[in-house]
């Protein structure tokens, strides 16, 4: 008798692109060690369930009071911060930004990267390429998309990347930006 195999949707092929990308150009974020997650949502916080398994200790960095709450409940540590003022918060072995900076006016990220980089040893960043329009998803101001955001961008700031999909792509379109800081 045949299995029926479960097909999969348009969302999850793309989160598996991404996590194939992340894993081919980055594979040392998934060593263990202590990670600052930025911008952890209710709806999506992709990969820390598998940053998690690989040994990373994890401790969320979020903005908006819900997702705090939310994150609270299943989580060691959480710093309800705005990613512009790292005042008190610690050193880790990594930072973990995916699909955060694409929210931040673009003049704002030098500062803020550098605010990231001056906390770790190793900065992840993942973004869309290009232009891709997000409202307050939920409710949340801290969804809206500022910025859009191009390789040489990063480059530009001292990151490797590697992309994904196609520039303004709505679908497939990642960034992923690299910085090791030691």
Partial sequence: MATKT???????????ARLRQLWDFVPEVFQPGT???????????????????????????EAYAPNVAYHRLSRQEVIHK??????GVGR????????????????????????????????????????????AVGGNPYEIHRS?????????????????GRLNGRYMSNIIAVKHCE
């Fill in 148 to 164: 859009a955001l191009t390789p040489q961008d990063f480059q530009g700031w001292g990151y490797e990347t590697s992309q994904l």
């Fill in 35 to 61: 990670l600052l997650y930025v911008g952890a949502g209710v709806l999506r916080a992709e990969f820390l369930r598998q940053l998690m398994l690989a040994g990373r200790t994890v401790t969320v960095l």
């Fill in 92 to 135: 880790y072995d990594a930072v973990f930004w995916w699909h955060g900076p694409e929210h931040m006016p673009k003049e704002e990220l030098p500062a803020v990267l550098a605010g990231l980089e001056s906390r770790a040893d190793l900065v992840v960043l993942g973004c869309p390429w290009g232009k891709y329009a997000q409202d």
């Fill in 82 to 87: 705005d990613v512009r003022d790292l005042s």
């Fill in 6 to 16: 479960k097909k999969t949707t348009k969302a999850e092929r793309i989160r598996l």
